[in-house]
């Protein structure tokens, strides 16, 4: 009888951690990448970039959780990391982009509308701030092989610092810049962040916006959705482009 308890005491020990991770996967391997990023970001120059880690602000009665914001004298970038393998296709305007890993095909909602979200929450909480840049950046950490077609900067981990450093232009006073860091950081709510609201409410909203895309109606503008062709094949477009440049898949 010991004999069995011990074996089975060795199977919980293999068995609960693979349960865990299969049931947490998702935020567990975005935790990794958001550190790993953390990681990078700290060897920048502590007098030219103020770094904020998992800034979580409201906003019209909505949250907005930033995964890495950086102040400095070029303005402020707003982070968004994803630790995901495979191939990564997608379109700057598109609703979803789609992973490739092997015969496997997920969509998951596109990064640089989120960026947009997270930038509309830092206007309307430095709205006593005049005059300031925002730079949208995409991180895929380096497992990935993007095709994307996007304005904004959507790249590799290794080539984030590059990125941040390759922005001359000035736009802020160093007063201006540590203003803007001791206010978000005063209004940083990430200690008391109930995440699974926070989800809950993002699906809900994706849920109302693909109810009108599947009514061919643009949830950005109200006007029509029309099939439309493009690299990787056929899409719904705005129909009120290029005044509305909202896209969603075809499917």
Known sequence: MPDIIVDIWILMIFIVPAVI????RRRIKGSIGEKTIAWKLARLSKSKYKVINNLVLEAGG???QIDHLIISNCGLFVIETKNLKGWILGYENSEYWTQIFYKRKERFYNPVRQ???HIRALKLNLNDFHNIKYIPIVVFLSDATLKVESDSDVIYSGQLLRTIKGYKEI???????KAIFEKLSSLNISQNFKRSAHVRAIRKRVSERSKLIERNVCPQCG????IRSGTYGKFKGCNNFPQCKFTADDS
């Open 21 to 24: 991770y299969a049931v947490y």
């Open 115 to 117: 960026n947009w979200g």
């Open 223 to 226: 006007c029509e959705l029309v």
């Open 62 to 64: 909505r949250t907005s």
């Open 171 to 177: 736009i802020l006073s160093d007063i201006e810049k």
